[in-house]
């Protein structure tokens, strides 16, 4: 199963590359999605950060990228999800107004207001990029109207809070198949100090596939089934809205 998780992220990655349009050459317009629990725009939204995502946006379309916010509270959580839901029209009516070309980069919850603004606008996206933006199965995941030229998921394996931005079942059945797994381990060693070791190893092979169970949870909140996914290790929520994570995937995803 580990292993056919990472083919398929490698099969993601090709695929991406063999259709992600070259950039143009001429300047564009970007539109940068502030992500939930912020107040827009946040510094890394701003100039004056050569580390952040705003200078390497600038550098990469030849223009300097505007603000697209929405403005969540705390209502994004299950089960209505009252902000992102609300975050769509209003965002679509921000994106709209941008002329020429668009591109639209996100963060966080702000990919997904992103994909619920494309049921409002009549314009077309040209590159939609969310980092680190939780695939929430009670949330829409495919583009409505116009929709986008191309689109990319960028995640980290090892991103917390995009997993907690992910729906009940998802987070759910994750947590009882960690669960499971301990207990099947527990019942192992119990079996194990009794002597009695073909059930020890039934019971350690039922948790070994529990865990496993447990990783395909995980990777279904940060694994995009409808576009293509660029899967990071080792950084955090924050970490993926850097210039370093955008210089990264902006050839195959800007």
């Not at 314009?123 to 939609?128: E, K, S, V």
């Not at 995009?224 to 660029?230: D, I, L, N, R």
Request: net charge negative; proline share 7%.
């Amino acid at each position: 199963m580990l292993r056919a998780i990472r083919i398929a992220l490698l099969v993601c990655a090709m695929s991406a590359i063999s259709f992600m349009p070259v950039k143009d050459a001429e300047a564009q317009t970007t539109g940068i999605v502030n992500g939930s629990f912020v107040t827009p725009p946040a510094a890394w939204m701003l100039p004056g950060h050569p580390n952040q995502l705003y200078e390497a946006l600038q550098s990469w379309y030849g223009l300097a990228p505007s603000t697209a916010a929405w403005y969540p509270s705390f209502l994004v959580f299950p089960p209505y999800y009252t902000d992102i839901w609300n975050g769509g029209p209003s965002l679509a009516a921000v994106l709209s107004g941008f002329p020429g070309t668009l591109n639209v980069v996100t963060h966080s919850h702000g990919g997904n207001a992103a994909i619920l603004s494309t049921y409002y606008m009549a314009r077309p996206i040209r590159a939609l990029v969310n980092l680190g933006t939780p695939i929430n199965w009670d949330l829409p995941g495919a583009l409505g109207g116009a929709g986008a030229a191309s689109r990319c998921q960028i995640s980290s394996s090892s991103d917390w809070v995009q997993f907690v931005g992910s729906s009940p079942t998802q987070i759910l059945n994750f947590a009882y198949a960690i669960y499971s797994s301990i207990v099947g381990a527990f019942a192992a060693f119990q079996a194990l100090a009794m002597g009695d070791y073909a059930t020890a190893l039934a019971y350690f092979q039922y948790s070994v596939f529990e865990v496993i169970v447990a990783e395909y949870w995980w990777y279904t909140t940060k694994i995009e089934v409808v576009g293509p996914t660029y899967m990071f290790s080792g950084l955090g929520h924050e970490d993926l809205h850097t210039g370093m994570v955008w210089n990264a995937v902006a050839p195959y995803c800007g």
